[in-house]
C-alpha cells in the first residue's frame, strides 16, 4: 500500500485546496505535541458522503471539549468536504477530516492558538479494515491491556486523538496474539468497546451494548439501533460484565469504517455465526441503507 504522505491528489487545508504532497504541517505544532487534535472519518458510497452532518456536528462536539472552536461553519465545511471526493473521483472509499491547534505556542496552556483544518478522501481497497472474508467468518478480538478511562479522567467524548494510543497499543499486542481486534473495557472492569467500533451482543433475539459513557457517541451506533427498532428487533442499553461474553449467543462491531462485523471469537469464547438471524439482518439492513441512501 502506498503511504499516505506519498499518494497524489488534492486535500483540502485550511480553506482551499492543496496538492497532496504539500499537505503538511511544522514539527513545533501544538497538534503534535499535546495532541490537540480531533478527527472524523466518513464513508462514502456511490460518491457520496454517508451521514456527513452528523460527522460534521461531532467534529464540532470534539473541538469544543478539547476547548477550541473550528473556523469553518459545517455548511462550509460539508461543502468542503463534497468537493474533495468530487475531486477525488472514486464511488466508494473514506474520508478523513482533522483538526488541530497550529504553532503559536509550545506549552500545555494555548487558549489563543489558531486552529487548522484538512480534508482528505481515498479509495478504500479490499481488506481496508478487516479480512475480505470477515463477514461470512467473524473476526477474534482480545480483551486489550488498557481500559477506557471514565469521562471525568479523559476527553473520552471528544474524537481526540490522544485517547487513540490506548487502541492502538491494545491492537498492536491483539495483533500479535494472533487476534484481529481488541475489546476494551471501561475503568470499572465492565465492556466497553473495540479500538474503532461499537460493540453489541445477541441473546435469544434481543440486542445487548453497553452504554457510551465513556466512549464516542456512535453514529453507525445510532444507526443500527434505529435499524433494530424497525425491525422490531429489542435492545437493551446497559452495563455489561465481562461474563457476558460467555452468556450472549452472538456479537459483532460497528463503525464507520468497519460497517458491521461479526465476532467469531472472544479471547477464548467462540460464536457460531452461522444461525444468528439479527446479526444477518442487520448486516443485510445496513447495506441497503448506505447503498440506497445516495
Ligand atoms: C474508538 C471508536 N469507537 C467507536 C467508533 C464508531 O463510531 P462511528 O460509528 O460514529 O464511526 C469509532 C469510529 O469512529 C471509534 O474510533
Same mark, same amino acid.
Given at each position: 500500500?502506498?503511504?499516505? %504522505? ?8 485550511d480553506?482551499g ?8 504541517i511544522h514539527?513545533l ?11 472524523e472519518?466518513v464513508?462514502? #458510497?456511490?460518491?457520496?458522503p454517508?451521514l456527513?452532518?452528523?460527522?460534521v456536528?461531532?467534529? /464540532? ?6 476547548d477550541? %472552536?473550528?473556523?469553518?461553519t %459545517?455548511?462550509?465545511l460539508?461543502?468542503?468536504t463534497?468537493?474533495?471526493v ?6 466508494d472509499? !473514506? ?7 497550529? +504553532?503559536?505556542?509550545?506549552? *500545555?496552556?494555548?487558549?489563543k492558538?489558531?486552529?487548522h483544518?484538512?480534508?482528505? =478522501?481515498?479509495?478504500i481497497?479490499?481488506? !481496508?479494515?478487516?479480512?475480505? $472474508? =470477515?463477514?461470512?467468518?467473524g473476526i ?5 491491556? #488498557? /481500559?477506557?478511562? +471514565?469521562? $471525568?479522567s479523559?476527553p473520552?467524548?471528544s474524537?481526540?486523538a490522544?485517547?487513540y494510543?490506548?487502541?492502538t497499543?491494545?491492537k498492536?499486542?491483539?495483533l500479535?496474539?494472533?487476534? %484481529?481486534d481488541?475489546?476494551?473495557?471501561d ?5 466497553a ?9 445477541t441473546k435469544?433475539g434481543?440486542?445487548?451494548?453497553p452504554?457510551?459513557?465513556c466512549?464516542?457517541e456512535?453514529? *453507525?451506533r445510532?444507526t443500527?439501533?434505529?435499524?433494530a427498532?424497525?425491525?422490531g ?12 461474553v460467555a452468556?450472549?449467543d452472538g456479537?459483532?462491531?460497528?463503525? *464507520?469504517a468497519?460497517?458491521?462485523l461479526p465476532v467469531?471469537r472472544?479471547? $477464548?469464547h *467462540? ?7 439479527v446479526?444477518?439482518?442487520?448486516i443485510t439492513e #445496513?447495506a +441497503? ?6
Amino acid at each position: 500500500m502506498v503511504p499516505f %504522505d506519498q499518494r497524489t491528489g488534492h486535500i483540502w487545508l485550511d480553506g482551499g485546496f492543496v496538492d497532496w504532497a504539500e499537505a503538511k504541517i511544522h514539527v513545533l505544532t501544538h497538534g503534535l505535541h499535546y495532541a490537540s487534535s480531533i478527527f472524523e472519518g466518513v464513508r462514502v #458510497y456511490g460518491g457520496k458522503p454517508f451521514l456527513l452532518r452528523e460527522h460534521v456536528e461531532r467534529l /464540532r462536539v470534539s473541538a469544543h471539549i478539547l476547548d477550541f %472552536d473550528l473556523p469553518h461553519t %459545517d455548511d462550509e465545511l460539508c461543502a468542503a468536504t463534497v468537493e474533495v471526493v468530487a475531486k477525488a473521483g472514486f464511488a466508494d472509499g !473514506y474520508i478523513r477530516m482533522n483538526a488541530w491547534r497550529g +504553532s503559536e505556542v509550545i506549552q *500545555t496552556a494555548a487558549p489563543k492558538t489558531s486552529v487548522h483544518l484538512s480534508v482528505a =478522501a481515498w479509495e478504500i481497497p479490499s481488506g !481496508y479494515y478487516a479480512a475480505a $472474508d =470477515a463477514l461470512e467468518k467473524g473476526i477474534s478480538l482480545q480483551t486489550g491491556q #488498557y /481500559r477506557r478511562p +471514565s469521562a $471525568d479522567s479523559a476527553p473520552v467524548k471528544s474524537k481526540a486523538a490522544g485517547n487513540y494510543m490506548i487502541g492502538t497499543v491494545s491492537k498492536n499486542l491483539a495483533l500479535r496474539a494472533g487476534f %484481529d481486534d481488541a475489546m476494551l473495557l471501561d475503568t470499572d472492569g465492565m465492556i466497553a468497546e473495540s479500538t474503532g467500533a461499537h460493540i453489541f451482543f445477541t441473546k435469544d433475539g434481543t440486542l445487548h451494548t453497553p452504554t457510551t459513557k465513556c466512549t464516542i457517541e456512535g453514529i *453507525t451506533r445510532a444507526t443500527v439501533l434505529d435499524l433494530a427498532a424497525r425491525q422490531g428487533i429489542e435492545c437493551v442499553e446497559a452495563e455489561l460484565a465481562p461474563e457476558f461474553v460467555a452468556e450472549a449467543d452472538g456479537a459483532f462491531i460497528c463503525g *464507520t469504517a468497519c460497517e458491521i462485523l461479526p465476532v467469531s471469537r472472544i479471547d $477464548d469464547h *467462540t460464536y457460531d455465526l452461522a444461525g444468528n438471524k439479527v446479526i444477518a439482518t442487520l448486516i443485510t439492513e #445496513y447495506a +441497503s441503507l448506505t447503498r440506497s441512501a445516495n
